[in-house]
């Protein structure tokens, strides 16, 4: 089974400076890796998506990741944050051909300006 | 387009009683899937249908949850007799196909058992 450890449970960072947050994985067979944002009081929303092909990935609102299989991570980047950035944001994985998430604790990012 | 639909979006009951969680998918969504969220557990995966099929329940945690599709626009969750431990918040999901792989997300029920 595969399984999504994220490194920071909190991650406080100031408006306009760049923020990463990081995602290791674990898993035997080949996989697909998510990011989901949570904003407060709402459902997630995919930010991005790796399925195959360029290990570098872009999303929405200006956040990326970048597979490294050889880490087994997938961490998430946005170089300028905004205070509307503020949220929880989830890792996921599922097995290739597989409909089933496996997420992350979490981390918080609180934004502040 | 609305988006996914639940309802209620809070819900407070006493333990014992019955608990009925309602979502109306994305249109044209052939897969929905149930999840729960707490701050022990995190996200876990309730049940998955597809085509209105429960496909995958092996994620309901004991006898007293059940679901039903009974048709493509609307699934139920239904906790009976409720506890104080399920409470938690319940997000329904749904995608264009199985292997979509893009889950869209409702903005949950959050309930509480007392």
């Known amino acids: 089974a595969q399984s999504v450890t994220q490194l920071d449970s909190q991650v406080p960072v100031f408006e306009e400076a760049p923020v990463e947050l990081r995602c290791n994985y674990s898993s035997s067979v080949s996989v697909y890796l998510f990011w989901y944002v949570q904003y407060p009081n709402q459902g997630l929303q995919l930010l991005l998506k790796y399925l195959s092909g360029s290990t570098l990935v872009k999303g929405i609102n200006g956040f990326e990741a970048e597979f490294n299989k050889s880490q087994t991570s997938f961490h998430l980047r946005k170089p300028s944050v905004h205070i509307s950035d503020t949220a929880e944001y989830f890792c996921?994985?599922?097995?290739?051909?597989?409909?089933?998430?496996?997420f992350g604790a979490g981390t918080t990012v609180t934004v502040r300006a | 387009d609305a988006g996914v639909i639940q309802s209620p979006r809070h819900e407070v009951t006493e333990m014992g009683q019955e608990v009925t969680l309602r979502c109306k998918p994305i249109s044209g969504h052939n897969s929905l899937f149930w999840y729960r969220q707490t701050m022990m557990r995190g996200l876990e995966l309730l049940i998955y249908f597809n085509n209105n099929v429960p496909i995958d329940d092996s994620g309901m945690p004991e006898d007293r949850f059940s679901a039903k599709m009974p048709n493509a626009s609307f699934s139920t969750l239904k906790i009976q007799p409720s506890e104080p431990r399920d409470s938690a918040v319940y997000f329904c999901?749904?995608?264009?196909?199985?292997?979509?792989?893009?889950?869209?997300f409702g903005p949950g029920t959050r309930l509480t058992v007392t």
């Open positions: 996921a994985v599922s097995r290739s051909n597989d409909y089933k998430l496996s």
């Open positions: 999901a749904s995608s264009l196909t199985t292997f979509s792989y893009e889950q869209y």
